[in-house]
């Protein structure tokens, strides 16, 4: 179970360092905003949190929000 928490989470990750990236090599800053990040697999959305993590079904109370 926790190789899976780590590859779905490490999707959303790859798709976050890519934006960043991105921005860097136009000489941009970049701010995502709130980040929701779930405590027990790591899944991170932008945004609100989901009802429930999609990845291992964490309760959207136990999110931790960062604002970044």
């Known amino acids: 179970r926790s190789f899976h928490y780590?590859?779905?989470t490490e999707k959303v990750h790859k798709a976050l360092y890519e934006e960043a990236k991105a921005a860097?090599?136009?000489g941009k800053d970049i701010s995502f905003g709130t980040l929701h990040i779930c405590p027990v697999c790591g899944y991170t959305v932008k945004g609100d949190?989901?009802?429930t993590c999609p990845v291992c079904g964490c309760a959207k109370e136990k999110f931790e929000?960062?604002?970044v």
Do not use: G, S
Request: charged share 35%.
């Open 49 to 51: 949190a989901p009802d």
């Open 65 to 67: 929000a960062h604002e």
């Open 6 to 8: 780590a590859l779905e």
């Open 24 to 26: 860097v090599d136009q």
